[in-house]
């Protein structure tokens, strides 16, 4: 593990510590948007994980969710979602982490995500494989996606029937063994790197919220792609990541 993707290992299970110390606790909670919720912790990580990079790499590009969402461009540029899953944390919903991404010249080189609750840290470093709390790990070898466990997620705005995924939903349930909907789609993806799901999709999501967990699902051996199959753009918002044996599939149900 090189030096910067420690930093951001040490960076986010600092900030887990405070996110997990405020679990199940009363919070100052305010709206961003019609659902979606803003909380203390997802402020006070922020701070850390800011501080702590700023600290070491003081000439960096930090985008982070809740202070800096605007995309720039910078030759070394660090993408960070300080809690991803406010609203399951702010409903005492045990499903959240940490994502903490590393961009350079725009291709992600390292991505960290930091599930408190479990104590489980997720690391891929650009060819050099993925892994959680050090040991090496591999997406499923499910071929069929009959038999496969797949998760989604739905956007915040789901007036707009064109991009609610309610469509893509039907058309999954009578073809998977199961759907799950976690509500962090960081930890989804690091769940596909794992091999406890073998596929998620989602649109209407930020590059804060995929980041990090999409290229630990390439360095864990799958396929991350966009809706139409085409290369993976992490700054888009919409992405298809599978154990790349239902890949295919997958891509056949989604509009």
């Known amino acids: 593990m090189n030096e910067l993707t420690r930093l951001a290992t040490q960076a986010a299970r600092s900030a ?29 990580s922020e701070e850390i994980i800011i501080r702590a990079i700023a600290d070491v790499c003081p000439d960096d590009l930090i985008i982070a ?85 797949v998760a989604t997620g739905f956007p915040y705005d789901r007036t707009d029937d064109s991009g609610n995924n309610l469509d893509n939903l039907n058309r999954f349930i009578v073809a998977v063994r199961g759907i799950r909907r976690g509500g962090s789609a960081e930890l989804d993806l690091v769940y596909v790197a794992r091999g406890r799901l073998d596929g998620f999709w989602e649109q209407g999501l930020k590059t804060w919220d995929v980041s990090a967990g999409g290229l630990i699902v390439l360095e864990a051996g799958g ?17 298809v990541a599978t154990n790349g044996l239902i890949h295919a599939q997958m891509l056949q149900l989604i509009r």
């Open 16 to 44: 887990g510590a405070v996110i997990l110390d405020g679990f199940e606790k009363p919070h100052d909670t305010s709206m961003k948007g019609r659902r979606e919720l803003v909380t203390e912790a997802d402020r006070a």
């Open 65 to 149: 969710e809740e202070t800096a969402p605007e995309l720039a461009e910078s030759s070394r540029v660090w993408i960070v979602d300080p809690l991803d899953g406010t609203n399951n944390y702010a409903h005492g919903y045990p499903f959240f982490a940490v994502a903490i991404a590393l961009e350079e010249e725009g291709e992600l080189v390292a991505g960290v995500v930091y599930d408190p609750l479990r104590d489980e840290m997720f690391v891929a470093e650009r060819g050099r494989g993925a892994s959680v709390n050090g040991q090496p790990m591999r997406v499923s070898a499910n071929a069929l996606l009959l038999e496969s466990l």
């Open 223 to 239: 396929v991350v792609t966009n809706f139409g199959g085409d290369a993976w753009d992490h700054r888009r918002g919409d992405v």
